[in-house]
């Protein structure tokens, strides 16, 4: 077992173990004030309520807005952005100054050779429930075993780490009937990718494992489309003539406008 995977499953050990009340209370009021976490957004407020570390990690935000026009793409998540930009034969970057090839994080051939990319990066003080950025169709999965490697900025300007991490890809199709790609990779600590439309998703592999439905999964904007269970990051791709990037925060909130389809 690798290094990073051996540390993986002591924090999640410990975070999913209910801890007699008062120590618990301890821990998850530590957690709360070491990430200065606003804990009035969220459902319950109070951090004692959280029978596990885990259960405050993947806390209930009371109110999300989602941009009701249906061309519009929201952000999926509360996170950074790390990095956005045109996508040039068939190439992208995690961060700045660190390219790798689509087809060595994309197990399906997805031809996107050109077109746009958002990397959105989740620290451990952010909501870590991830909602359904425009209405789509989810036509294939895949889940990919790899590293548990960090995917803070700090760590990507000096790793590739992207395609060498455990991560869910899922193709979609939105309502003009093109193709995108929602990537949610997993990071060092992070227990679980937990999808909430497939129970087949809901569960580790050794191997790269496929899921096809013939019967595509139609989900609509703001959905909970799932979860992670510690900080992660989400990528999505868009490929040519498909995709406007309308932005222009670092951070962003589940619900902010990312950009438009047309």
């Known amino acids: 077992m690798s290094p990073s995977r051996l540390i993986a499953q002591t924090v999640v050990k410990i975070a999913t173990t209910k801890f007699p009340k008062f120590i618990q209370c301890f821990i998850n009021k530590t957690y709360v004030k070491i990430f200065n976490i606003e804990m009035e957004k969220y459902q319950p407020e109070n951090p004692c309520e959280y029978e596990t570390l885990n259960d405050l990690f993947i806390r209930q935000k009371k109110y999300i807005e989602f941009y009701e026009d249906e061309d519009i793409v929201v952000s999926p998540s509360d996170s950074v952005v790390i990095a956005h930009d045109d996508i040039e034969d068939g190439e992208v970057y995690q ?25 959105l990066y989740l620290s451990p003080s952010d909501y870590h429930r991830f909602h359904v950025p425009i209405d789509m169709e989810i036509v294939k999965a895949a889940y990919i075993p790899g590293e548990l490697m960090p995917v803070k900025p700090s760590y990507l300007e000096k790793e590739l780490v992207f395609p060498k991490n455990k991560r869910v890809v899922l193709k ?13 990779v997993g990071a060092m600590i992070v227990g679980k990718i937990h999808m909430n439309f497939d129970e087949k998703l809901q569960k580790d592999y050794n191997e790269i494992t496929y899921f096809e439905y013939k019967e595509p999964i139609k989900l609509k904007k703001g959905d909970e489309l799932g979860r992670f269970e510690f900080g992660s990051s989400i990528l999505l791709f868009f490929g040519k003539d498909h995709f406007k990037y309308l932005n222009q925060q670092d951070k962003v909130e589940v619900g902010d406008i990312l950009g438009e389809i047309y």
Do not use: M
Not at 96 to 105: F, M
């Open 95 to 119: 961060i700045k100054g660190k390219k790798y090839k689509l087809r060595d994080l994309i197990p399906f051939d997805s031809n996107l050779k050109e077109g746009h990319f958002v990397n």
């Open 172 to 184: 979609c199709k939105d309502k003009k009937e093109r193709y995108f790609y929602f990537v949610a």
